[in-house]
Structure formats: C-alpha cells, structure tokens
C-alpha cells in the first residue's frame, strides 16, 4: 500500500479516486505511449500524451487521413449545412455552398474565375447522363440541347445544327432563311455596300399578294441615287414584271401561267409576244460586235406587216406582207416569193458537199429571166423520185434517157409521143369525163405505157387537179384512174394515195415516209393499225412510236411493265424499264440544290436535293400547312404494339434476313405511314420516317418517368 500526496491530504494508492463533477473515476496513473490498453480510469502521464499525439500528427498529416480519423460517420466527405460555405482567398473570394435551393460558385474577389482541364472541360447534369457544354483543348466549344450538340465554335466560326430564330431572321435546314417582318408589315432584306461616303443600297421585299391568306410577292429594288426605284416584281401566280426605269410601269413580263414572255405587254399571247404603241412598229433588235457590217438586224411587226432588216442602214431584206407574200429585196411583195436584187444570183442553191460544188440558180437579166446551173454539173428533173429529164453540161436535153445524143433526145417507144407543132402537144389518153384530160405518158421498153402524168377538169373555167399514175401490172397497156399514185388540187393540196384533204395528205395500208441522205442513216415513219412507227432503213427494225392510245414507246412495241423500253403515256405517266441497269439518271451541274420537286395538284409537297457530298430527301412540315397540332398521347402504347421482326424477301430466298415490320400489323398502329395501293393485289408498303415521330414521342415519355423514378430515388436516399 503507498500513498499519493504532498502535504497533509494524501490518497492510498490502494483506494480509487472520485472526482466530483463528472462522477468519472480514476483507479490510477499509466505511463503508456501508445495509448494501447485505452482504459477509461486511468490516467496519462504528461510524457505518454506528448508521445501519442506526436506518432498521430507524423501518421495522418492528410486531409484524407484526417477525415478518415475525425468523421464519426464514415468516409471521406466533408459536410456543410445549407448556406455553410467553402470560402477561399483572404477576402472570401472563392465561396462555395447550397442556399437550399440552389448550387452556388460563386467569385466574389478581383481577377477572373478559371476552370481548367487537362483535355476537355464538361458541364455535365448531376447523373453525367447529359452534356450541357463541353471545351474541347484545341477544338471546338459546344453547346448542347437535351444532350444534343446544337452550337460549336470551328477553326472559321460557328457550326450551328438546327434552327437559328432572331428577332425577325430564320434560318432553317429545311425551310432556308426566313426575313419576318413586324407585324401586318413587308419583310425586307436591305443589301447596303460602303462606297466612300455613301452607300449604294439595293433591297428585296416580300410583301403581303392581292389576295387574303399566305399568298405573296417578291419585290427587288435597287438605289437610283436619290430613292430605292422598284425594279422587278414577281407575283405570288409565278409572273414577273421587270420595271422600267422610274420602277412605275411594266417593260417585260412573264406571265407564268401561260408560260409567254411579253415585251411592251403584261397579256402576252404566245411563248413570246412583243407589243408597240400607237404607230410604232414591234421591234426585235439582233447585236453582232461592232467589227462586223452590219452590225446588227431589227425584226419588225405592225398592221400585218413583219420585215427583217439592216439596223446599220435601215435597208430591207426581207418582207412578209398581209396576204402572205414573201419579199426578199422588197417592201411590196407582189407574189408568194418575190425576189428583187440589184446584182447578183437571185435565187442561188449550192451543194458544198462535192467538189467543184453544184450550184443551181434563178436569176435575171435586164431583159431575161434564168433557171440553172451556174456549174459545170448536169440539171436534172426528177418524177416519182426517177430521173424523167436532163440537161447536160453541154447543153443537150435527154427526155426519157440519161444521156443526151443531141440538142433535144426523147428515148420512147410507146404510142404517145411528144408533138411539136408551134408548141408542145400533150394528147389525152381517154381519162376523164368526156375526155377532159390531158395526159404525158412514159412508155418502157417493151412499148407499154406505165406510168402518166394528167390533169382532169373537175369544175368550169378549167380548174381541176393533176395526177400521177403508175401502172406496175405488165398486163395492163395504158394505166387507170386506179394506177393514181400522187394528186395536186388546184387549191394546192398534194395528195399521195388519197384525194388530199390537206396541203399535204398521205394514205394508205401502211402509209410511209422514208427520210435520208446519201443512203445513209436513213429512217421510215409509217402508220399502221392506228400507231406511228419509227423505223431504220428499211424499216427491219422499229426505234419508236406513238400507239393508237397517244402513248409514246422507245425501245418497245406495247406498253407492257416487265419489256425493256421507255413508255410515256398520254395521262402524262413516265414509265422506265432497264435490264441491269439504272432505269433513270438525274443530274444538277454547277450548283447545289434542288434535283427533283414532287407536287400534288400543282403544289410541291417534297424535294430531292443535292450537294457534291449527298442527297437529302425533303418532305414538307411547314407548321402554316398544318392545323388539330397536339402531342402524342399515346406513343408508348404504340411503341409497345410494334413487332419488329427478321425475314427474307420471297423473291431472294437465298439471301441474308433483314430486320423491319410487316406492313399489315403496322396499318392498324400507324396507318399514316402505310400504303395500301389502288387495287386489292397490289403490295403494301411502308414509309419507316413516318413512324419517327412515334419513336421520339414514346422516348420522351420514357426519359419522363426515368426522370421521375431519379427523383423518387434520391428523395428515397435522402430520407
């Protein structure tokens, strides 16, 4: 037993010690370092604390290591309350906290606030499960919306995806740019370019039509250098007005609905109408550069009168009078050619082909009148496409022959001669009514008559009409009224196989045009059973036609879907069918933009368009041709009731499965993006864009309620 104490009042060691206050109790002092008995009634000795707190301060001099030691409640967060700040710097600069509703950093000192990242710097929502903004080390700053880049910084400016929507400017992906104006007001786009101290403006203006409702017009003015002057108007109908030069009346218009260009007019008639005031003459002026004489032609028209001529010296070439008489040389026609000249070949006709070229001339003297050759060639005179008469380069006629033996050679050896008796006799055969005819006759070698040539009076004062007969039947002596091969009335009509009815009249079984040159790339149009064929020479085989329903075919004789050939239909229906190949090729040069428009009764509701690297299929959304707008209600249930599905297609049994709908089961789902076709065994198809808006609709619901289970999770946590 010892004691503990100094003076009068000692304590057995013995005993324990109570000390008043607390009611702790203490049964002893412990010299120990590292506090390792940790007794709760033993004292430490002033050497064995300074120890142990020693060996900690060594041990934990992190602030991880300090938490770790210090928060009661586990792990390495530090708490604040509400509105309990992070303060940095020596005058609260930097602060840091929750205000109970929101989330501050807050700089409240001098300089700047600075986040800096090793690469990329993102604001990003509380789960990371969406950017807000992202900077990018030597890239780009991005902007996003719903987790979807909208605008980015780039090496040249900004790349924006979507719309841009100012304060009366849009620009869309879809639509373009869009210039509102304020309210019951013209959209206008002023153009203004800086030249020393004024500017030289231009403006387009869209303004409000004639009528109520979306119609519109474009208008262009440019600076005269006191006003804006209107200078072109387009119409809200599609027709332009090109304004003169005060901009108050209309010099050229085009009226698109007539698809006619009008000079001097704003009701053009044809495809190109040019109009005069008063006594003036309608005028079209042709330029050539001013180093050639003339320099130019003027065509003119006024009172029936329509004439071409020098615009150097106002001299005539040619004239069309009222009557339809053609001058060339003369304001007064007198016939349906007439030529006057002072010097010259008159009327001059030149095949360069050969060499020395053929010339052929009409032409006169002071006291003469000339129809030949000017070149050392043969005149020949043609009938049924045989030659019948020729004069040589000596001067020699051959009638009948190819070869002239004298001045005048006639080769026959039929009865009906050529009678020369103070003129030339032409005896009648007998065809005709009383014997009014006059007959030429061709007889062959073996003294037949085959073929003639007649006029037979059909009226009083000796009109009538003149024929070509040809007789192929060697039974036959003279030929018949049923030999007629060509008519010419004397109205003029030429008739082949026919009475003609026209000025030009073709009938027959299988009636035929043969065309060509020089026996080379020859073609036949012929008729036959109501179709108009276009065939080779020789008519083996068929190019084209236009069948008896108004069709046009190339490349196929029946309008049938699985021949290879091009079909255009009189319902206006363009049909392509190709063996492997493309059945159709469109191509835009020179620019980007629109390929193909695809309008419903005159209105575009879609597009193709192209640019160098792509195609863009455009379908219209315009939010002015919409109306009932609501949101889905019940996309998800629609989601849901899809069934998707792998398949092979029948006709490619052998080919890999592929993934999509059946059209039936999505008729009854989305039937806006099914199509049924016209007929009962016509395949049903599929628009896949149409069911997007489904997609996006059900998606969003489904982000909602993610959303909402979020909340309820961390409301769940937080409790």
């Known amino acids: 037993m010892g004691y503990i ?92 906290y929750h205000n109970g509703n929101d989330s501050v950093v807050r700089d409240a000192g001098t300089g700047d606030l600075l986040l800096a990242g090793s690469t990329n710097v993102k604001i990003t929502t509380s789960g990371f499960g969406e950017t807000m903004a992202e900077f990018a080390t030597n890239g780009a700053a991005t902007l996003y919306y719903d987790n979807a880049a909208k605008l980015a910084t780039t090496s040249s400016g900004i790349d924006v995806t979507g719309t841009v929507t100012a304060d009366g400017l849009t620009v869309d992906s879809s639509t373009g740019i869009t210039v509102n104006g304020p309210s019951s007001s013209d959209g206008k786009l002023n153009l203004v370019a800086y030249a020393g101290t004024q500017n030289a403006e231009a403006r387009i203006l869209a303004a409000r039509g004639a009528t109520s409702g979306t119609d519109s017009r474009l208008k262009f003015y440019t600076n005269n250098g006191t006003s804006l002057v209107e200078r072109i108007d387009i119409n809200d109908n599609g ?28 009701s053009p008639s044809n495809a190109l109408t040019i109009e005069s005031s008063g006594s003036n003459f309608a005028t079209m002026r042709l330029e050539a550069p001013s180093n050639t004489t003339p320099a130019a032609f003027q065509i003119r028209a006024h009172d029936g009168l329509f004439d071409i001529r020098d615009a150097n010296n106002s001299a005539i070439r040619m004239t069309i009078d009222s009557s339809g008489n053609v001058g060339i040389g003369t304001a007064s026609p007198t016939a349906d050619l007439h030529i006057s000249y002072g010097s010259g070949s008159g009327l001059l006709v030149e095949d360069t082909t050969n060499s020395p070229s053929v010339k052929s001339v009409v032409t006169s003297g002071n006291t003469e009148s000339y129809f030949g050759a000017t070149s050392n060639h043969p005149l020949v005179f043609l009938q049924n496409n045989t030659e019948r008469m020729r004069i040589d380069s000596s001067g020699n006629v051959a009638i009948g022959d190819s ?56 009226s009083s004062y000796g009109r009538g009409y003149m024929s070509f007969l040809v007789n192929g039947d060697a039974s036959y002596t003279n030929p018949s009224t049923s030999d007629e091969r060509m008519r010419i009335t004397s109205g003029g009509n030429v008739g082949i196989g026919t009475s003609p009815l026209a000025k030009f009249h073709v009938d027959n079984t299988n009636s035929a045009f043969y065309m060509g040159y020089g026996g080379n790339e020859d073609i036949y149009l012929q008729t036959t059973n109501g179709n108009v064929l276009f065939t080779d020479k020789g008519a083996t085989t068929e190019r084209m036609r236009v069948d008896s329903s108004g069709n046009l075919l190339v490349g196929k004789t029946s309008d049938t879907y699985n021949t290879a050939g091009s079909v255009i239909r009189a319902s206006g229906m363009i049909r392509a069918t190709v063996s492997g190949d493309a059945a159709a090729q469109f191509n835009r040069l020179t620019s980007d933009g629109t390929l193909l428009n695809f309008s419903r009764s005159g209105s575009t509701v879609g597009s193709v368009s192209v640019t160098t690297t792509g195609t863009t299929y455009n379908t ?66 599929m628009d896949y864009g149409r069911i997007t808006p489904v997609l996006v609709a059900a998606l969003q619901d489904a982000h909602k309620k993610i959303e909402q289970l979020e909340q309820r999770i961390a409301e769940m946590e937080a409790n």
Request: glycine share 12%.
């Open 239 to 266: 027709d332009i007005a090109f304004m003169s030069d005060n901009g108050t009346t209309q010099g050229l218009y085009w009226d698109a609905s007539a698809q006619a260009l009008g000079l001097g007019t704003t």
């Open 5 to 96: 104490g100094a003076g009068p009042t000692r304590f057995n060691t013995a005993d324990s010690l109570n000390i008043n206050g607390d009611g702790a109790t203490v049964t002893g002092i412990k010299d120990e370092d590292n506090m390792a008995s940790d007794s709760a009634v033993k004292l430490a000795t002033q050497q064995s604390i300074k120890a142990y707190v020693d060996s900690q301060i060594g041990a934990n001099n992190e602030l991880s290591e300090v938490l770790a030691n210090g928060n009661t409640t586990g792990g390495n967060n530090i708490a604040f309350a509400d509105n309990d700040k992070a303060i940095f710097g020596a005058g609260s600069d930097l602060q840091i």
């Open 620 to 685: 219209t959304s315009d939010i002015r041709l919409k109306t009932d707008i609501a949101p889905i209600a019940d996309a998800t249930d629609k989601l849901m009731s899809m069934n998707a599905v792998s398949h092979k297609w029948k006709a490619e049994p052998d080919a890999d499965a592929v993934v999509g709908f059946i059209a039936q089961e999505m008729a009854e789902i989305v039937p806006e993006a099914v199509s049924k076709g016209e007929g009962e065994d016509d395949m049903w198809s």
């Open 403 to 458: 070869v002239a033996e004298a001045k005048l050679h006639v080769k026959s050896s039929g009865t009906a001669g050529l009678n020369i008796s103070q003129g030339v006799k032409i005896e009648g055969l007998g065809v005709g009514a009383n014997g009014d005819a006059a007959c030429l006759s061709f007889a062959a070698g073996d003294a037949q008559v085959k073929g003639a040539v007649t006029f037979t009076r059909n």
